[in-house]
Protein backbone atom coordinates (compact mmCIF):
# COMPACT_ATOMS: atom_id res chain seq x y z
CA UNK A 1 0.00 0.00 0.00
CA UNK A 2 3.07 2.38 1.06
CA UNK A 3 4.18 2.84 -2.91
CA UNK A 4 0.48 2.95 -4.55
CA UNK A 5 -1.43 5.18 -4.89
CA UNK A 6 -3.49 5.33 -1.34
CA UNK A 7 -0.43 7.16 0.55
CA UNK A 8 -0.30 10.40 0.67
CA UNK A 9 3.37 11.11 -0.79
CA UNK A 10 3.21 14.70 0.65
CA UNK A 11 1.79 14.82 3.68
CA UNK A 12 2.46 11.11 5.43
CA UNK A 13 -0.64 9.06 6.00
CA UNK A 14 -2.85 7.10 3.87
CA UNK A 15 -5.59 8.14 1.74
CA UNK A 16 -8.88 6.40 2.47
CA UNK A 17 -9.62 4.28 -1.08
CA UNK A 18 -9.24 5.22 -4.55
CA UNK A 19 -11.63 6.89 -7.79
CA UNK A 20 -9.47 4.78 -10.43
CA UNK A 21 -9.63 1.30 -11.17
CA UNK A 22 -6.34 0.47 -10.74
CA UNK A 23 -6.29 2.35 -6.97
CA UNK A 24 -3.45 4.51 -8.12
CA UNK A 25 -5.68 7.86 -8.18
CA UNK A 26 -6.89 8.78 -4.14
CA UNK A 27 -10.12 10.40 -3.12
CA UNK A 28 -8.42 13.48 -0.99
CA UNK A 29 -10.00 11.92 2.24
CA UNK A 30 -7.96 10.89 5.30
CA UNK A 31 -9.39 9.29 8.38
CA UNK A 32 -7.71 8.94 12.22
CA UNK A 33 -8.98 5.53 12.24
CA UNK A 34 -7.39 4.06 8.85
CA UNK A 35 -4.13 5.50 9.83
CA UNK A 36 -4.29 4.39 13.38
CA UNK A 37 -4.72 0.81 12.25
CA UNK A 38 -2.10 0.89 9.42
CA UNK A 39 0.67 1.85 11.39
CA UNK A 40 -0.07 -0.75 13.23
CA UNK A 41 0.46 -2.73 10.94
CA UNK A 42 3.15 -1.49 9.97
CA UNK A 43 4.76 -1.27 13.42
CA UNK A 44 3.67 -5.48 13.27
CA UNK A 45 5.19 -6.18 9.97
CA UNK A 46 8.88 -4.54 11.31
CA UNK A 47 8.68 -6.12 13.97
CA UNK A 48 8.10 -9.96 12.06
CA UNK A 49 10.66 -9.10 9.27
CA UNK A 50 12.89 -6.70 10.69
CA UNK A 51 12.48 -4.36 7.61
CA UNK A 52 13.09 -0.95 8.19
CA UNK A 53 11.09 0.44 5.03
CA UNK A 54 8.13 -0.72 7.26
CA UNK A 55 9.33 1.34 10.43
CA UNK A 56 9.88 4.26 8.52
CA UNK A 57 6.27 4.22 7.07
CA UNK A 58 4.80 3.43 10.46
CA UNK A 59 6.69 6.89 11.82
CA UNK A 60 5.58 8.68 9.03
CA UNK A 61 1.94 7.66 9.27
CA UNK A 62 2.79 8.56 13.37
CA UNK A 63 4.06 11.75 12.08
CA UNK A 64 1.14 12.47 10.00
CA UNK A 65 -1.36 11.89 12.38
CA UNK A 66 0.35 14.02 15.82
CA UNK A 67 0.97 16.83 12.97
CA UNK A 68 -2.25 16.94 10.85
CA UNK A 69 -5.19 15.13 13.03
CA UNK A 70 -3.74 16.19 16.59
CA UNK A 71 -5.79 18.84 17.81
CA UNK A 72 -4.04 21.66 19.75
CA UNK A 73 -6.34 21.11 22.98
CA UNK A 74 -5.16 17.56 22.65
CA UNK A 75 -6.74 14.64 21.21
CA UNK A 76 -7.25 14.09 17.67
CA UNK A 77 -9.76 14.86 15.23
CA UNK A 78 -10.92 12.48 13.15
CA UNK A 79 -10.74 13.29 9.85
CA UNK A 80 -9.38 15.18 7.10
CA UNK A 81 -12.20 15.89 4.54
CA UNK A 82 -12.35 15.72 0.73
CA UNK A 83 -13.91 18.81 0.46
CA UNK A 84 -11.48 21.84 0.92
CA UNK A 85 -12.59 25.57 1.04
CA UNK A 86 -10.34 25.87 -2.19
CA UNK A 87 -12.25 23.43 -4.24
CA UNK A 88 -15.71 23.13 -5.01
CA UNK A 89 -15.78 18.84 -6.02
CA UNK A 90 -15.49 16.33 -3.42
CA UNK A 91 -12.13 14.34 -3.78
CA UNK A 92 -9.93 17.14 -5.04
CA UNK A 93 -7.10 19.03 -3.23
CA UNK A 94 -5.39 22.25 -4.04
CA UNK A 95 -2.50 22.18 -6.21
CA UNK A 96 0.98 22.40 -4.02
CA UNK A 97 4.12 24.61 -5.94
CA UNK A 98 6.08 22.02 -8.10
CA UNK A 99 9.38 22.75 -6.17
CA UNK A 100 7.93 21.85 -2.72
CA UNK A 101 6.73 18.62 -4.39
CA UNK A 102 9.97 17.80 -5.85
CA UNK A 103 11.87 18.54 -2.36
CA UNK A 104 9.52 16.32 -0.40
CA UNK A 105 9.98 13.33 -3.11
CA UNK A 106 14.03 13.58 -3.45
CA UNK A 107 14.04 13.45 0.48
CA UNK A 108 12.05 10.72 0.36
CA UNK A 109 13.60 8.64 -2.49
CA UNK A 110 16.76 8.92 0.05
CA UNK A 111 15.08 6.64 2.68
CA UNK A 112 12.14 4.77 1.07
CA UNK A 113 11.88 2.10 -1.92
CA UNK A 114 10.84 3.07 -5.16
CA UNK A 115 7.39 2.53 -6.43
CA UNK A 116 5.13 3.34 -8.83
CA UNK A 117 2.52 6.24 -7.72
CA UNK A 118 0.67 8.54 -8.81
CA UNK A 119 3.51 11.02 -8.95
CA UNK A 120 5.70 8.94 -10.44
CA UNK A 121 4.48 6.45 -12.28
CA UNK A 122 6.56 3.64 -14.56
CA UNK A 123 5.73 3.98 -18.33
CA UNK A 124 4.04 0.47 -19.70
CA UNK A 125 6.64 -0.54 -22.66
Known amino acids: MAAGGLRDQLGGGFHRYAIDPGWRVPHFEQMLYDNARLALIYLEAYQVTGRDDFAMIARIVLDF ?30 LFQL ?16 GANILRRQRAR
Not at 69 to 80: D, E, K, R
Not at 99 to 114: C, I, L, M, V, Y
Open 99 to 114: DTGRAKRRAERRTASA
Open 65 to 94: MQRELGAPQGGFYTAIDADTHACRHAGRRP
